[in-house]
């Protein structure tokens, strides 16, 4: 059984790991697989359909514990203890839930002190007790009648006419004064850990398509040799089809990891003469996972001639692996006058407003099948590769963005071509 730490407002954890209000999907499921023999039978539950209408919610089942994240930044939201059997829980290091010691309103008036009277929910049949960023959940099926109060409750909780040997049902830890309005708050500098993370992404355009890339960056910054004065740090870079690797490497930063471009598979379906010829080099990916961006290098001239943008959306085959990339990407619409007009497209976008922005339909997309080897099948099934205006749109079946290619000029034909789909 698990022994947690209780603090309100921000975390739920013990000296061996955190789970903390604003921490990204990632961390929290990288902690999840590191003592995976102690905390086991985990399940992600997400709207397959409409994967931004609900929380993105990690289930501990084994330990009665949700991990509720925001469906747009996919951080860390509330923290809700639904079995309190199945866990130990301390505030201050002092237990006010375990097997000897069972959470009662007394016990949580012993434990947290008096705060403002509760409310009671008589549909859920639950009396909700709330202090900052914390509530509790007392099970009141022995009521027959809404609680009562008496006139003078300045006693503490103890003075509230609940039933003596109440327990608590469910706890929450969130952000604020209120759990209906409480939002993901910011990173904390805690979740950092020597990344760089992006706050945005904007599409540069030139005349006839994407040209680069201008990043919103944030960073946990310190002064010199003094972590208690560490702050968040936020600047920009622009990096730019043709610059070299260098130039990226300045700019960015290293890549948290390279990879190599295996032949191409696609290449019988090229025209080209030499297109059973192996190659004697491979192109290069800079993936840059807490960015939701990779970069594609020429293998010969070692310049970027690829971007790849990652929605992160649940349901896709490369779930987790990168953080969201918040993107806008401008988009020209020609309406019926000759000019022009800008629309954007968003991380949120879905392709059916895209092609109406557009006014006619796409041509036919390419059917992309992704799997870990040759005998195993995706679960989350085929996405569709649109190709326009210098870009290749990767759709979900669910009609949102996975991931946006895209790629500089110099290009012998605008068309669609097999080789530049995602990877």
């Keep these: 059984m698990l022994d947690l730490e209780v603090v309100p407002e921000r975390s739920l954890g013990n000296e061996q790991w955190e789970f903390t209000l604003g921490m990204p999907l990632a961390q929290a499921v990288a902690i999840l697989q590191k003592h995976c023999r102690i905390i086991k039978n985990v399940q992600v539950l997400y709207s397959e359909q409409s994967p931004l209408s609900h929380d993105l919610i990690l289930n501990l089942t084994q330990d009665g514990i949700k991990l509720l994240f925001d469906a747009f930044n996919q951080r860390l939201k509330v923290i809700e203890v639904y079995d309190l059997t ?94 209906q309005d409480t939002k993901a708050p910011m990173m904390p500098l805690s979740c950092f850990l020597g990344n760089v993370y992006a706050e945005n992404v904007d599409v540069l355009r030139d005349g006839t398509g994407p040209s680069g890339l201008r990043l919103r960056l944030l960073t946990a910054g310190c002064g010199p040799g003094v972590l208690a004065d560490a702050k968040m740090r936020v600047f920009e870079r622009c990096v730019y089809f043709g610059d070299s690797c260098q130039d990226v490497l ?53 310049k970027v001639k690829k971007f790849v943008l990652h929605t992160n959306y ?62 195993n099948t995706n679960p989350f099934g085929s996405t569709f590769c649109f190709g326009l205006q210098r870009m290749i749109f990767e759709v979900m079946q669910n009609n949102h963005i996975a991931s946006v290619t895209l790629y500089g000029p110099a290009r012998p034909s605008s068309q669609l071509k097999t080789s530049d789909l995602p990877q």
Aim: aromatic share 12%.
């Design 314 to 375: 649940p349901g896709h085959y490369n779930f987790n692996i990168y953080h969201r990339c918040e993107f806008k990407i401008p988009l020209a619409i020609k309406r019926d006058s000759t000019d022009s007009q800008m629309e954007t497209c968003t991380t949120y976008s879905k392709w059916d407003n895209i092609q109406d922005l557009l006014g006619h339909p796409v041509e036919k997309p390419v059917v992309l099948h992704r799997s870990s080897s040759p005998n």
């Design 250 to 302: 300045s700019t960015l930063g290293s890549p948290h990891k390279v990879f190599y471009k295996s032949e191409d598979k696609m290449k019988i379906h090229s025209p080209s003469p030499h297109k059973q010829v192996p190659s004697k080099c491979n192109d290069y990916f800079f993936n840059y996972f807490t960015l939701g961006v990779d970069i594609l290098f020429d293998a010969n001239t070692h």
């Design 86 to 179: 199945k866990v130990k829980l301390k505030y201050c290091g002092v237990h006010f839930n375990s097997q000897a010691i069972a959470p009662t309103i007394e016990q949580i008036d012993q434990s947290f002190g008096a705060t403002h009277p509760g409310v009671y929910n008589s549909a859920e049949q639950l009396f909700h007790l709330n202090f900052r960023g914390l509530s509790f959940s007392f099970q009141l099926d022995s009521w027959t009648e809404t609680p009562k109060y008496e006139p003078n409750f300045a006693h503490g909780l103890a003075s509230l006419q609940i039933p003596h040997g109440a327990t608590v049902k469910r706890m929450h830890i969130y952000s604020g004064n209120s759990l």
